[in-house]
């Protein structure tokens, strides 16, 4: 007899997927993890009803590509120059993606209302957001399962994911063109040290 | 007996565009000049433009230069289709058992021909009743708006369509009972040209053999013809020998599949008619059901006291009695003063009194099979389409969108944002090589309207780009808004010439150049130059 060995992968993410599935038997609200682009494996991990704050448009759509890539719906609000393209080139399904682009003074409701159906809403919020609202809308990420990705201000976040040091690859002066873009991820928040990764974008 | 309507594509769509036109538009000229095209290549054209010396497979340049006011149509197949259906309708309504042979060409049977009845004086008179019928059709046609139709009766059902293609305008051509070979070897070769590409071939060949004749055709004996011309050819050939003979299938007519319910008294509120219609759209899906059908794109009407508002909705999948409530719902308050939501695309028509009637009209209708679920479900899907429905009823049908990518130069002009619960249409194919666009990674923010920038170079003079494609000077520093920031590198210019005939009249025309810029920052920017010397910000690498 035979015995299969055992795969593991990263130590971390078994024992994340073993939490969840005893906060799932215990009953309560279950934190599943979303999936994200292998290169952003290392740094952030998206878990259902967390919040997670991105400083740029590349990063948000970055962030919602691998729920898409695996399937799953997403959502774009408050985009009012969304890059159907580079959404694309990102890894994004377009075919599966919901664009709000000017949700105006509806736009509380708007991302409470696509919270509900996706499983990753990106959110450009207008203005500031008061603590009341914003725990309103955790209350209802945690219980639909979904992830929001805030590309501006938020109370709090799950983690907060900037880019550092961007440099661009393949451009010179009047020569070449835009190629690569390297960057320095900074992960931080949640009580933890901040974790960086060098990242092409 | 055989009803054609010569160059139906350009009727067709003549038709549309009167019908697409306001009330009080002026009339249109249906017998202006007019061409269909798909590819750049005339089609169809009409007797006016034929007149004018513009042929099938001109360039649109060479119809123009021809014709200047030539009026120019996009083929579609489907609109010749639907056209054609209220010509079949009108014929139905006269003489049963219609048979449609392709939008332009129907045949019904002809009075007569088959129970003739001799005359006092040992004649046949059924050749006066083939003309009367034509008559009585012809008459009809025009009441529904078809000026041009010609009919042609014979023993076959290709003898018949010959004949109507030789008939003169609204009259009928007859061809005796068992002279159809006979009737069909006088005609000259060129007339297969009519059947298609492969017509076309065999006429041109026959005729550069010396053949003027179909007669000459006949002459030659089968074992050539079968070697020679292929199967076409043979087809052809037993005909003008009077061998085949081709029977028309007639039609059933459809169904009548579209809904309406009426107001007594009048209704005034877009939620009350809502309301109301929910039980008419449950049965117009449920009538389509029955047949196994659903559709795909349902026209809605919705008439008050002084006119109609009308719109074509489509669906992605297949409308549910719910989709079409809300397509009502969205539809009456788009067109009624009070309400608060603008519409993108008016319905034509602003509802200005109470309600009387609401219809559906089935517009495309598909077997039920190609939308069916699988037997796992649609379940997710079905979720995410209700709950987005809710968004649209928070902040309009327009609000939301899918983003669609199409081909195209300029950052803005590769995609499209559509409506969600429309399917997109009209988009440029992407796969063209579309010189002149910028290559590398696409931009993640791409502005609707461009952001006013400045670019100047070292001794801060404006930076342009000569008529050669030439930089003036080297970008140093960029103003976007009020900040300055310094350039770090650059790449560039990508020139464009597009749409230089609409100089001046606004955005989108004469020459201009992108370029890429990255800040000090580390942002990077597609810029665009345009002719007499504005920057803006079309889009950001964010």
Avoid at chain 2, 81 to 102: H, K, S, T, Y
Avoid at chain 2, 123 to 143: F, N, P, T, W
Avoid at chain 2, 356 to 384: C, K, Y
Wanted: glycine share 10%; aromatic share 6%; charged share 25%.
């Amino acid at each position: 007899m035979s015995v299969r060995p055992l795969e593991i992968d990263d130590p971390r993410a078994v024992v994340d997927r073993l939490r969840g599935r005893i906060a799932a038997l215990e009953g309560g609200p279950t934190r599943l993890l979303v999936p994200v682009l292998p290169a952003l494996a290392g740094l952030v991990q998206l878990r259902t009803g967390g919040v997670y704050g991105v400083d740029s448009a590349s990063l948000g759509m970055a962030l919602a590509a691998g729920a898409s890539q695996a399937g799953e719906w997403v959502g774009f609000a408050g985009w009012d120059d969304f890059g159907a393209e580079a959404a694309q080139q990102r890894g994004i399904v377009l075919g599966r993606t919901v664009l709000v682009p000017t949700p105006g003074e509806h736009w509380l409701e708007v991302t409470a209302a696509l919270v509900d159906v996706l499983k990753v809403v990106v959110l450009r919020p207008p203005g500031g957001v008061d603590a009341k609202s914003a725990s309103l809308l955790e209350a209802r990420l945690r219980a639909r399962s979904a992830v929001l990705v805030v590309q501006g201000e938020w109370p709090r976040c799950e983690a907060r994911i900037s880019a550092e040091q961007v440099t661009w690859d393949g451009i010179g002066h009047g020569r070449g063109r835009l190629r690569e873009r390297r960057a320095t991820l900074v992960a931080s928040g949640g009580g933890r040290m901040p974790v960086r990764a060098d990242v092409v974008l | 007996m055989v009803l054609w309507c010569p160059d139906w594509s350009v009727t067709a769509a003549l038709l549309e565009r009167v019908d697409a036109m306001p009330d009080d538009a002026p009339p249109a000229d249906v017998a202006a000049p007019a061409v269909v095209l798909a590819n750049n290549k005339v089609v169809v054209c009409n007797a006016a433009a034929r007149a004018e010396g513009v042929r099938r497979g001109h360039r649109r340049r060479d119809a123009q230069a021809r014709c200047p006011e030539v009026v120019l149509l996009d083929a579609n197949p489907d609109r010749d289709a639907r056209w054609f259906e209220p010509v079949l309708a009108a014929v139905e309504a006269v003489r049963p058992g219609v048979a449609p042979l392709r939008p332009g060409l129907l045949a019904v049977p002809a009075p007569g021909r088959y129970f003739a009845r001799r005359g006092s004086g040992g004649q046949d008179e059924r050749i006066g009743g083939e003309e009367a019928a034509a008559a009585v059709l012809a008459e009809h046609l025009v009441e529904a708006g078809v000026w041009d139709s010609r009919f042609g009766a014979a023993d076959d059902l290709y003898t018949a369509e010959r004949a109507a293609r030789e008939a003169p305008p609204q009259s009928c051509l007859s061809v005796p009972s068992g002279s159809s070979a006979e009737f069909l070897r006088g005609l000259p070769v060129t007339v297969l040209a009519d059947d298609g590409p492969e017509g076309a071939e065999l006429a041109d060949l026959l005729r550069r053999l010396g053949l003027v004749l179909l007669a000459d055709f006949a002459r030659l004996g089968a074992g050539e013809v079968a070697n020679r011309f292929g199967s076409y050819g043979t087809d052809v050939w037993r005909r003008v020998q009077g061998r085949e003979v081709t029977r028309l299938a007639s039609r059933t007519p459809p169904p009548e599949l579209a809904c309406e319910i009426a107001f007594e008294p009048p209704l005034d509120s877009a939620e009350a008619v809502t309301f109301s219609v929910r039980t008419t759209a449950e049965r117009f899906v449920a009538g389509l059901a029955d047949r196994q059908l659903v559709a795909t794109s349902v026209r809605i009407e919705a008439e008050f006291e002084e006119g109609v508002s009308a719109r074509t909705w489509l669906h992605p999948r297949c409308f549910t009695s719910r989709d079409l409530v809300d397509r009502v719902h969205w539809q009456l308050q788009a067109g009624m003063a009070s309400s608060g939501l603008r519409s993108r695309k008016g319905t034509g028509e602003t509802i200005t009194s109470a309600v009387t009637l609401v219809r559906f009209l089935p517009d495309v209708v598909e077997p039920a099979g190609d939308h069916a679920d699988g037997l796992w479900g649609g379940g997710a899907e079905e979720q995410v389409v209700r709950g987005v429905a809710r968004v649209q009823a928070m902040v309009g049908y327009d609000a939301v969108r899918v983003p669609v990518l199409q081909g195209g130069r300029g950052a803005a002009d590769r995609q499209a944002l559509v409506p969600w619960g429309e399917r997109p249409v009209g988009l440029r194919p992407v796969e063209r090589p579309w010189p002149g666009r910028i290559p590398g990674p696409a931009p993640s923010r791409v502005f609707a309207t461009p952001l006013e920038a400045e670019v100047v170079d070292e001794a801060s003079v404006p930076v342009a780009v000569t008529a050669r494609g030439l930089v003036t000077g080297e970008p140093w520093r960029i103003r976007l808004g009020r900040h300055w920031c310094p350039v770090a590198s650059w790449a560039g210019p990508w020139p464009v010439d597009e749409g230089w005939w609409l100089a001046g009249s606004g955005a989108g025309s004469g020459r201009a150049a992108r370029f890429q810029v990255v800040g000090v920052d580390g942002r990077a920017w597609l810029l665009c130059w345009r002719a007499p010397g504005s920057w803006e910000v079309e889009a950001a690498y964010d």
